[in-house]
C-alpha cells in the first residue's frame, strides 16, 4: 500500500485544515487507518484511528472534540478534519494503514506510513 498525505499548511489558531490520504496498491477497504504526529523535538503520537468499515473510531484523549478521522474507501482516501487548532497542534502529520479490521493507537502496529505533511499553527 502505498500513502500519499495532502492537505497540511500555515493557518492561524483556531482555524481549520482538513488532511487527506490517498492509498493505492491494494484493497484499501481491508485496512484499518490512522493518523499520527510528531512535533519538532518530540516522539511521535497517535492522534485518531478508523476502522476498515469507518465503524468504529478511536482519538487521542487530549484531541477529542477538536479532530475527527473519516473515510471514504471509494476513493480509497482517510481525512483528518481538524477544527480549533493550536499552535501545539504543530507537526508533521502522518497516516498509515494496518492490515487488520480495528485500528491500534500503538505504531508498531501499523504495516505501511506515508510520508507525512507538515501543518504548522500560528499564534
Known amino acids: 500500500v502505498q500513502l500519499v498525505e495532502s492537505g497540511g499548511g500555515l493557518v492561524q489558531a483556531g482555524g481549520s485544515l482538513r488532511l487527506s490520504c490517498a492509498a493505492s496498491?491494494?484493497?484499501?477497504?481491508?485496512?484499518?487507518m490512522g493518523w499520527f504526529r510528531q512535533a519538532p523535538g518530540k516522539e511521535r503520537e497517535f492522534v485518531a484511528t478508523?476502522?476498515?468499515?469507518?465503524?468504529?473510531?478511536y482519538y487521542a484523549d487530549s484531541l477529542k472534540g477538536r479532530f475527527t478521522i473519516s473515510r471514504d474507501n471509494a476513493k480509497n482516501t482517510v481525512y483528518l478534519q481538524m477544527n480549533s487548532l493550536k499552535p501545539e497542534d504543530t507537526a508533521v502529520y502522518y497516516c498509515a494503514a494496518r492490515g487488520r479490521s480495528n485500528g491500534s493507537w500503538l505504531e508498531q502496529d501499523y504495516d505501511y506510513w506515508g510520508q507525512g505533511t507538515q501543518v504548522t499553527v500560528s499564534s
Open positions: 478508523i476502522s476498515w468499515s469507518g465503524s468504529n473510531r
Open positions: 496498491g491494494r484493497t484499501f477497504s481491508r485496512y484499518a
